[in-house]
């Protein structure tokens, strides 16, 4: 195995066009599945050498989080937890502190796993993906990068460089949750993000539901989002958004839970987590 | 092909390993410098027991490859007391018997150190989510909150 | 033997001085397993299997062999064939021809994980590359995991010569039922028929792993003369050595073990696996050779404790007296036989002064890894079932769970079902204890509910060698061969500053290797504070003895007319003359004059170990909107004889309740259809972390045991019998729902609460 640290895009997707290339940001799933033998790349690209990589920056249109930004650092970034908490949340659900201090974004949704936690919240969001290539640069909205798992929309020698956040509406509020047998340290049994808006009235205008764990691939629920515009969230909206989320699961029996378990857990959690980002839309 | 020359600093000393691109920060640590207080107990993040900081920040050393460290300051367990001086969360360990078969003690202790570099004040709910990823099968975690809390108000007040 | 301790009595005793070791293990000085390096040492790996089941028809090692920088291979062939037969060792019995096969397959693999042969290579990736290069052909064979399954007529048989022991007439036909045992008191049918309610249960739980967080390592060093060195973590370095000697065909005497720190054990290493690999891979390659375990090896091919199927049936009159008992459990044994069920069956009742007992065992096995010893072996499975039926019981009876348990409780002079009378032990205390506990009397919130439950433990003595060098300084050397896990030394220490009235900090421990001391049997059964610690007193006895033999011979007086008080060597009154009082200092400064070292030496078969009984209290939340449990509030009570270190008796109690949580809530060995372990990892073997649980409060009762100078009794292994009972009741009623099944995760509890009508 070779290790590269480029410090150009361009010099990246170099390598990474390459046979057997693998992409290094924080590490915490590369290099266990190195260690375990499920991988065993030619050449580990560690993109942490090119600057953008490691930059959140933030105009009037919204945020610019580069992949391999750490959970820990979005934490600690002085306004993203004030303007899309659900995001930090989710991104700060990923493993212990120690992975916190490692684990990008980029990483655990490159990663392929359709449990990863940030992946909802960033669905929710409305994040979109600036994507590095051979050929160029191009952007895709989160939701359509992970195909099944494992398996990504990016092309030979293509690396997601960043990601595009928009601005946080005036009465913008967002949240993620997602369930697991322990309090810490459990790959998500079903993750929830929702990212709603509304009006000077209280009536939501706009939502975005996601749902990770439920699927071969984290889901955009757009059912679940028309259950709650138009409407002031209430208890009749949130009956809505629970049909919607437990219709819109397709989930596996596995190790983790049952397909009926995680359906009846999507529609707890999304209840809870647009009450949640209801009461946040509600303070600002 | 040829080993990593990596160039370093370890509790402050600057120090040099060759290693391969596969080799990870706690091999290099245990392997080539004989530090051998960072434990190896899944070498997948998931028991802590492997804990350094690295510019301050708190990561599992089984989940960074040695070549990583190149030019960055790394603390270890190793480097925690000051001369013959314990740090106050070591003695506080020891005082509150926060350790039984001591395997997991030096990454409790560098996470616990890095929770209160960060938050001198933390509540018992912040320093066991804080050190959720540090597994103790021993002491069920009692004493080391406890510990920790302790040192925490001892530090603030000296 | 002893007079009952009475409580202001000691001035070490009962104080919580700072451990000896424990500097070395905050600094990270302290070397475990795997943290030993010699010059020109190998790395050793070991190849498994990917079945279940099969027969293995051919190993081809030559391709490994001829890489470059692999050094040796070893196979079954390299480890002489062992008799069927079975040795007693300490709480249980081994038999050699299972260990050698366990250590590394013959003719057939049992289970996922089984060693099939071992490389020693010059580095990690040689000896990888060495493993992926030896050709092992396989037969696979269809295999069985559950034990209800393995007892079915028709299911795939271990072992083609297994006829079942303890039934007669002996079957004729070989069956995965490697035993039955029974235990009888009185008469059951008839108890049954003088009750007034009879409830009757089926309880399952799954295999649970000890979860030590150091995974088991050793480095190994033959010579060319016969001898060899090893370095490994482990429980009982004699035990690994007489295991080692007979695998190999070795001498003991040319084998020295010494015991690294152990990074947890918890009865899980008390067996051996790399260690004869290491050996024979170093006396092949005449290098040191240094194995360790990977977590997923840890998982896959140490030994868990049994999963198991517990029938409990319980007749109890309308005023709460319990007529009559009884159970059958079927345990888990792994591949080979040799479950925790004779224990299990034994402590199943022993909680309660019953006239009527019958319980039934057997030891099943399954293409599972072998069991290990795991904290009080047994008793947490069969205890579950019988402490929830007791809840059941109080329930129905509409009576306080304390007032029924108090109404039947084992007290001094108790028959238990197992044969033994009890001297005084502790439940009654426990119970009033946890009666007028806050916890016991505080509110609960919405949604929670409390629970209790009772355990108990035999706790054992045996072979125990200490010794103690008193130094020219007056400093002590104390050397014990229990391998210390969690505060040994400390205590150990501090019954030698007892008894010598010294500075606890004037005394240095180690844990001494084996050709540096006599045998010890392992630190098991909870027998090292109690064991140690009686060879310990005895050995400073000896020092006290000895000094007053040497002030004898300088002051020209019989050594009769010397004492020894308030820790100075006196003449004993007016008589002996007046001689200046001499500290042990004073001796040890002139011991080489007064003739040579003064050494206190006790070589011991500790005798009189006294059961332990705890009581725990368990508050649960349950979530109904997703089945989740969570611990808000816990109390364990334990009588502990007389707690030398009461911070480490606390940790035992507060560890111990945590494996419980962890094994009543989340912790479980899930197979695949394939019978492949498919949470071989800390990420979906899920232990408790620290934000699952709440402080674990503790209550040290002493019932002082008659039978040791302190009064001391093991503590280490009731404190995971109580919590997967205690943790059931209060499940039961914050959700409404009682379960029967082990563990309660989130699925099974959600799916419970929605048929029931609560979710």
């Known amino acids: 195995m070779r290790y590269e640290k480029p410090t150009t895009v361009e010099a990246a997707t170099a390598l990474l066009a390459g046979q057997g290339a693998r992409v290094l940001a924080g590490g915490t799933d590369l290099l266990v599945q190195i260690r375990s033998r499920i991988l065993n790349p030619d050449v580990v690209v560690d993109i942490k050498g090119i600057d953008t990589t490691r930059k959140i920056t933030k105009d009037t249109s919204g945020y610019t989080i580069g992949a391999a930004v750490t959970g820990a650092e979005l934490k600690e970034h002085p306004t993203l937890s004030k303007d899309w908490p659900g995001l930090v949340e989710g991104a700060n659900l990923i493993g212990s502190t120690q992975v916190q201090g490692r684990a990008s974004l980029g990483g655990n949704l490159c990663n392929g796993s359709p449990a990863a936690d940030s992946v909802p919240a960033m669905i929710a969001a409305g994040a979109v993906a600036t994507i590095a290539g051979p050929k160029g640069t191009r952007t895709l909205p989160v939701e359509d990068i992970m195909l099944a798992p494992r398996k990504l929309a990016l092309t030979a020698g293509e690396f997601i460089v960043s990601f595009k956040i928009p601005a946080r509406p005036a009465h913008g509020g967002d949240a993620y949750l997602r369930f697991i047998p322990r309090t810490e340290m459990d790959i998500a049994v079903v993750g929830c993000g929702v990212a709603l808006a509304l009006d000077a009235g209280g009536t939501c205008t706009a939502a975005r539901v996601a749902l990770g764990a439920v699927a071969a691939r984290p889901l955009l629920v757009e059912d679940g989002a028309k259950a709650l515009i138009g409407t002031k969230v209430d208890d009749a909206a949130l009956a809505k958004l629970e049909a919607a989320a437990k219709a819109a699961c397709k989930p596996i029996d596995d190790k983790r839970g049952t397909v009926e378990f995680r359906i009846d857990v999507a529609g707890t959690l999304a209840k809870r987590v647009a009450k949640i980002a209801l009461e946040r839309a509600r303070k600002v | 092909m040829a080993k990593h020359h990596v160039t370093t600093t370890v509790n402050g000393d600057p120090v040099e390993y060759l290693c391969e691109s596969e080799q990870t920060l706690l091999d290099c640590l245990r392997d080539e410098l004989d530090l051998i207080g960072a434990k190896e107990g899944c070498s997948s993040g998931d028991c802590g027991a492997c804990s350094v900081l690295i510019d301050g920040r708190l990561v599992c050393s089984c989940l960074v490859l040695g070549v990583e460290a190149e030019g960055k300051e790394v603390e270890t367990i190793e480097g925690m007391a000051q001369g013959d001086e314990l740090h106050p969360l070591q003695r506080k360990f020891l005082e509150h018997a926060a350790l039984q078969c001591g395997i997991c003690t030096p990454g409790v202790l560098i996470a616990a150190k890095a929770l209160l570099a960060k938050n001198p004040d933390p509540t018992e709910t912040q320093v066991r989510y804080w050190l959720a990823g540090n597994l103790c099968r021993c002491t069920g975690y009692d004493k080391i909150v406890r510990a920790v809390m302790d040192a925490a108000a001892e530090m603030r007040g000296a | ?759």
């Open chain 3, 1 to 759: 033997m002893q007079e009952r301790v009475k409580k202001p009595q000691f001035d070490v005793v009962g104080t919580r001085p700072v451990r000896p070791d424990g500097v070395d293990k905050v600094t990270g000085r302290a070397k475990y397993g795997a943290d030993l390096k010699m010059a020109g040492q190998l790395v050793g790996k070991v190849l498994r299997s990917p079945h279940a089941h099969a027969r293995i028809k051919s190993i081809d090692v030559s391709k490994a062999l001829a890489l470059p920088g692999v050094k040796a291979v070893v196979t079954a062939e390299d480890f002489p064939g062992q008799p069927s037969e079975f040795i007693p060792a300490g709480e249980g019995v081994v038999n050699y021809r299972d260990m050698t096969s366990n250590v590394m397959a013959r003719a057939k693999v049992l289970y996922e994980g089984h060693a099939v042969a071992a490389v020693a290579a010059l580095n990690e990736k040689t000896a990888l590359a060495a493993l992926d290069a030896i050709k092992v052909e396989y037969e696979v064979l269809p295999h069985v995991i559950d034990e209800m399954e393995a007892i079915k007529p028709g299911a795939p048989i271990l072992h083609e010569d297994m006829i079942t022991t303890g039934v007669t007439p002996a079957p004729t036909k070989a069956s995965n039922i490697a035993k039955r045992v029974e235990f009888v008191l009185g008469d059951a049918a008839k108890g049954f028929g003088e009750a007034d309610l009879i409830v009757e249960r089926e309880f399952k739980t799954k295999a649970v792993h000890q979860g030590y967080i150091e995974p088991h390592a050793c480095l190994a060093s033959a010579s060319e003369d016969g001898s060899a060195e090893l370095w490994v973590t482990t429980q009982g370095h004699w035990v690994v050595r007489a295991y080692c000697a007979k695998l190999l065909g070795w001498e003991i005497g040319k084998i020295r073990v010494t015991s690294s720190e152990i990074g947890g054990g918890f009865g899980g290493k008390t067996v051996v696996y790399l260690e004869p690999l290491a050996l024979a891979l170093s006396k092949k390659t005449r290098r040191p050779v240094k194995m360790v375990m990977s977590r997923e090896e840890v998982f896959k091919a140490s030994g868990p404790t049994s999963g198991g199927t517990v029938k409990v049936k319980m007749g109890v009159k309308k005023d709460g007296r319990i007529t009559a008992a009884e159970a059958e459990i079927t345990l888990q044994a792994g591949a080979f036989q040799g479950s925790p069920v004779q224990p299990a069956c034994m402590c199943a009742f022993a909680n309660y002064d019953l006239e009527n007992v019958k319980v039934v065992g057997y030891d099943v096995v399954s293409n599972r890894p072998k069991v290990a010893a795991y904290r009080a072996p047994g008793g947490p499975i069969s205890t579950y079932g019988v402490e929830s039926v007791v809840d059941e019981i109080a329930e129905k009876l509409g009576m306080c769970p304390i007032e029924l348990r108090l109404k039947n409780a084992a007290k001094e002079g108790t028959r238990a079902a197992y044969g033994p009378k009890f001297g005084p032990v502790g439940l009654i205390e426990c119970l009033e204890a946890a009666k007028e506990s806050d916890h016991w009397k505080a509110p609960l919130g919405p949604n929670q509910g409390r629970g209790l439950a009772a355990g108990f433990w035999f706790n054992i003595g045996g072979e125990t060698t200490v010794s103690l060098q008193l130094n020219e300084d007056g400093t002590l050397t104390l050397m014990a061969g229990t391998p210390d896990i969690g505060g040994l030394r400390a205590s150990l220490c501090m019954m030698a500053a007892e008894e010598l009235k010294m500075d606890v900090s004037k005394i240095r421990p180690i844990i001494a290797d084996t050709s540096s001391l006599g045998y010890n049997f392992l630190t098991g059964g909870s027998r090292s504070t109690f064991s140690s610690g009686m060879a310990t007193v005895e050995a400073a006895r000896s020092i006290v003895k000895q000094a007053c033999g040497r002030a004898a011979k300088l002051w020209d007086i019989p050594e009769e007319a010397v004492t020894f008080e308030d820790g100075m060597i006196r003449p004993a009154g007016e008589n002996a003359g007046k001689h200046k009082p001499m500290s042990l200092s004073d001796i040890a400064k002139v011991a080489g004059k007064t003739g040579g070292a003064i050494v206190g030496y006790a070589a011991i078969s500790a005798q009189g170990a006294a059961p332990s009984f705890g009581v725990h209290i368990a508050d649960t939340e349950v979530d109904p909107g997703t089945g989740k449990v969570t611990v808000t509030r816990y109390t364990a009570i334990q009588d502990a004889g007389k707690a030398i270190h009461p911070s480490y008796v606390e940790g035992q109690y507060q560890g111990g309740a945590v494996q419980g949580i962890g094994w009543a809530l989340n912790e479980e060995y899930i197979y695949g259809a394939d019978g492949k372990l498919q949470n071989a990892g800390f990420l979906d073997y899920r232990v408790p972390v620290a934000s699952d649980l709440p402080m674990i409060d503790t209550i040290i009762i002493e019932v002082p045991n008659p039978r040791h100078p302190y009064g001391v009794r093991g503590i280490g292994e009731t404190p995971i019998v109580p919590p997967m009972a205690a943790i059931g009741a209060s499940v039961r009623r914050a959700s409404g729902v009682r379960f029967f099944e082990l563990p309660m995760s989130p699925p099974k509890v959600l799916k419970a609460m929605k048929a029931a009508g609560k979710a």
